[in-house]
């Protein structure tokens, strides 16, 4: 990219929440962000709307059902179609992108991050599954700057370590609000709807991740993706409750300093960041009034009544395919909870007999954790009751 250049930027998944925040983003700074292309899995008139918009120069749709839904004869001229995974990858290795947005949801964004990395763009990663699932793989692909985290709290971590020494870090504090059952006993989490579960106190996310935030599943996986980013053990990257989601992580050091990372519960602003680092451009949210917010509380969680989290830290711990087993299974649980097959804390209980009756493999290639992850989403389907 020449100096003074537009970045060229491809969002996959640009239907979802971070998609559409993205969009936003680069809404209000066209005179720095050029959009060049775009996926979407099912949202295929969301699609053509701002891939008609942004005059964008490809889109894809990974769902063959939609790859030929009528709204995509509104393409703009000269816009190719691409289809399935395969297409998703093809946009992730775009000749006329500079960055690429993964905010793919789940594992089917491995891949496109892998193709990413390959291809050496800037990976603007919002798709924690690529590094819970395939880390081992990634890591060793991404050159220093490369990779840049979209997750509001791996994004405020990074932001904490700019300038210091990895030797001297202490412990990652990995924040959470607790979700809305923060509190709760196991009997009354058994009797939770998935109403009350979607009713997250202080972000606005798509329904997966909504619900694994109300499982603490999401802080788990959080835990494990923050592992490979930061090259730190999981007995240094402590979960800390923090209610009002004003702080956003925090990093201790040897010396016993901790540099904070603090602002507005708006995705917008780490989006933002992973496009224009390491610059910073003008907020695109509300700037936080500290003399209204009154006061920030703290808090360990609660591992026997929320499982999941500790479950994620199992299969951290074992390492290998395991993880691919946590994440793969829980997906299958959570979309089951969704569609009212099974009770929230049934989540917990088919992620951990998956785990139970799988022997973790060191991991080699991508075919393999595919592999895995088909096997595993079929046991996990078994399972639902």
């Known amino acids: ?54 005059g964008v120069r490809a889109v894809a749709v990974t769902s063959e059902e939609h790859a030929h839904d009528p709204i995509l004869e509104e393409l703009p001229q000269g816009c190719s179609l691409l289809c399935g995974h395969e297409g998703l990858s093809e946009l992730a290795r775009f000749d006329s992108a500079d960055c690429i947005l993964n905010s793919v949801m789940g594992a089917a964004g491995l891949e496109a991050s892998y193709a990413a990395l390959k291809a050496g763009k800037r990976l603007a990663l919002a798709n924690k599954e690529s590094l819970v699932v395939g880390g081992d793989l990634l890591m060793p692909l991404a050159s220093p700057g490369q990779m840049l985290p979209v ?60 619900i694994d935030s109300a499982t603490l599943m999401n802080k788990g996986l959080e835990r494990l993706e923050a592992m490979h980013l930061f090259g730190c053990d999981l007995d240094r990257i402590i979960v800390l409750i923090q209610r009002e989601s004003k702080i956003h992580s925090m990093v201790e050091f040897a010396d016993g300093s901790t540099i904070a990372h603090l602002g507005a519960s708006d995705m917008r602003i780490p989006i933002q960041y992973a496009f224009s680092y390491p610059d910073r451009w003008e907020t695109p949210a509300e700037r936080l009034d500290y003399r209204a917010l009154g006061g920030l509380t703290f808090d360990a969680p609660d591992t026997n009544t929320f499982r999941c989290l500790a479950l994620a830290e199992r299969a951290g711990r074992t390492g290998g395919t395991a993880p691919c087993v946590l994440n793969a299974a829980n997906e299958v649980a959570v979309e089951a909870f969704l569609g009212h097959r099974c009770s929230f804390t049934q989540i917990a209980d088919i992620v951990e007999r998956c785990l139970d009756q799988h022997d973790a493999e060191r991991v080699v290639s991508i075919e393999q954790l595919i592999e895995v992850d088909i096997r595993t989403r079929a046991l996990a389907r078994s399972l639902v009751a």
Request: charged share 25%; net charge negative; proline share 2%.
């Open 1 to 54: 990219m020449t100096e003074n250049a537009r970045l060229r930027v491809v969002i996959l998944g640009c239907t979802g929440s971070i998609g559409r925040q993205a969009l936003d983003v680069c809404r209000q700074h066209a005179d720095r962000l050029e959009v060049v292309a775009l996926s979407a899995h099912t949202g295929t008139e969301a699609l053509t709307a701002a891939a008609r918009e942004f």
């Open 151 to 210: 997750d509001s709290e791996h994004n405020a971590i990074f932001q904490c370590l700019e300038g210091e020494r990895a030797d001297e870090v202490h412990a990652i504090w990995l924040t959470c609000s607790g979700g809305p059952f923060f509190g709760m006993t196991a009997e009354e989490l058994s009797r939770v709807t998935v109403k009350d579960a979607l009713k997250h106190p202080n972000w606005a996310m798509g329904a997966k991740i909504t």
